[in-house]
């Protein structure tokens, strides 16, 4: 069973924001806007016909010289298709290639080998995200996890929901969160939530934060730049919980079984909580 690195543990990808291929005009946007990663959608948002020009689009977004620290990524067709197979072979061309690519469709660990094989090389290996969307990719979720090569899984509910004719609000999804992110958690990978369809308001967007920082996510898909601020916050700690985990780290919590700290007793596993999140949100200017 893999187990997480230091790198993997204090990794950012609270907000991941798609933006269409097509809309170049979207690009620095995208970059500037505050989302952790910056991804250019060659999927879902590209009718067929437009397939060349996406990936003709989306390779330029990559040369683009902005002083952001957004991780640039792609999502790529499925492998199932021709699509997806062009994508692969194009970006393995590509001058400036993506830092991430999101699979949709990912069905089996299979799928990474494929990609690792395509686009590995001695200076090149992209992070590789695996998009849940699926019912045989809820099943095989913990082995896809566990791919060496697999960074991080994403739920993607509106194409589960459709599959399995389920209502694509969160609340009707909490156990299929909660074994994705379980699976990711176990093999030390990022789980990241499906996106919120709904733009008339933060109020469902908060809620569904909510819901999936409580299943154990890390981070949300965005569909829109105003969701970003949004998820960045929700996903972040309070200044108050974090005061706290700074606290537990500094005392003598690692050193005995059981401590009693601000009226709270505190064992191991809140120990390694409050390690983790000052490890990932310590340093933060915010």
């Known amino acids: 069973m893999s187990t997480a690195s230091p790198t993997t543990a204090i990794r950012d990808r609270r907000s991941?924001?798609?933006?269409?291929?097509?809309?170049?005009?979207?690009?620095?946007?995208?970059?500037?806007?505050?989302?952790?990663?910056?991804?250019?959608?060659?999927?879902?948002?590209?009718?067929?016909?437009?397939?060349?020009?996406g990936r003709h689009a989306a390779r330029d977004f990559f040369s683009m010289t902005v002083d952001t620290k957004t991780l640039r990524g792609v999502r790529i067709n499925s492998l199932t298709t021709a699509y997806g197979?062009?994508?692969?072979?194009?970006?393995?061309?590509?001058?400036?290639?993506?830092?991430?690519?999101?699979?949709?469709?990912?069905?089996?660990?299979?799928?990474?080998?494929?990609?690792?094989e395509v686009l590995d090389t001695d200076t090149y290996r992209p992070e590789l995200y695996a998009l849940i969307e699926s019912a045989r990719a809820v099943e095989e979720v913990s082995e896809i996890a566990a791919h060496p090569r697999v960074a991080g899984v994403a739920f993607g509910a509106a194409d589960y929901a459709v599959t399995i004719g389920a209502d694509v609000r969160a609340s009707s999804m909490l156990t299929v969160r909660q074994l994705i992110a379980n699976s990711a958690r176990r093999h030390g990978k990022i789980a990241i939530d499906s996106p919120c369809f709904a733009l008339d308001?933060?109020?469902?967007?908060?809620?569904?934060?909510?819901?999936?920082?409580?299943?154990?996510?890390?981070?949300?898909?965005?569909?829109?730049?105003?969701?970003?601020k949004a998820i960045n916050e929700a996903f972040a700690p309070t200044e108050k919980e974090l005061e706290f985990a700074r606290a537990i780290v500094d005392s003598d919590a690692r050193e005995v079984a059981v401590l009693e700290l601000n009226g709270r007793m505190?064992?191991?596993?809140?120990?390694?909580?409050?390690?983790?999140?000052?490890?990932?949100?310590?340093?933060?200017?915010?």
């Open 201 to 228: 308001g933060d109020a469902s967007l908060l809620d569904e934060c909510a819901t999936a920082k409580a299943a154990g996510f890390e981070g949300k898909g965005a569909i829109h730049p105003h969701h970003v």
């Open 85 to 116: 197979l062009q994508d692969v072979v194009d970006i393995a061309t590509w001058p400036c290639r993506p830092q991430g690519i999101l699979l949709p469709k990912a069905d089996s660990p299979r799928d990474f080998d494929i990609l690792a």
């Open 266 to 286: 505190i064992g191991p596993p809140f120990v390694e909580a409050a390690v983790r999140l000052v490890e990932r949100f310590g340093q933060e200017d915010s």
């Open 16 to 53: 991941c924001l798609l933006t269409p291929a097509l809309r170049t005009d979207r690009y620095m946007g995208a970059l500037t806007c505050g989302a952790t990663v910056a991804l250019v959608d060659l999927e879902d948002s590209v009718i067929p016909a437009m397939k060349e020009e």
